[in-house]
């Protein structure tokens, strides 16, 4: 569980969108996307992307600040961003205020 919902479920949209992302247009390529990437390693949880031309690449990563729950285990596996997860995230980002321990921020 991530302690502040807004604020991650607008940065996993971007990392999602990233994977969806087609920056250079070549002719001969079929166009494909890639799923992002979760890594857990015991001390953060990491999202990775490229883009579906591979030209551009993102990545987020939640240190354990931004975790509330223990870690398991350690490992990587790939995120299917489907539209019902897009969908979660987007309500989750919509928060129209974000407080955290030092700072509060308005999210629109």
Do not use: I, K
């Not at 205020?97 to 700072?103: K, V």
């Amino acid at each position: 569980m991530v302690t502040q919902a807004a604020p991650a479920a607008a940065s996993l949209l971007g990392v999602a969108d990233v994977a969806l992302a087609r920056y250079h247009q070549p002719q001969s390529r079929p166009g494909w996307v890639r799923d992002p990437v979760v890594t857990c390693n015991g001390d953060r949880l990491r999202f990775e992307s490229f883009s579906a031309c591979g030209g551009v690449y993102a990545r987020l990563d939640l240190l354990n600040g931004a975790l509330d729950g223990e870690v398991f285990d350690r490992g990587t596996t790939n995120v299917d961003v489907n539209a019902p997860l897009r969908r979660r995230w987007r309500a989750s980002a919509r928060a129209t205020r974000c407080t955290s321990g030092w700072a509060s921020t308005s999210w629109s």
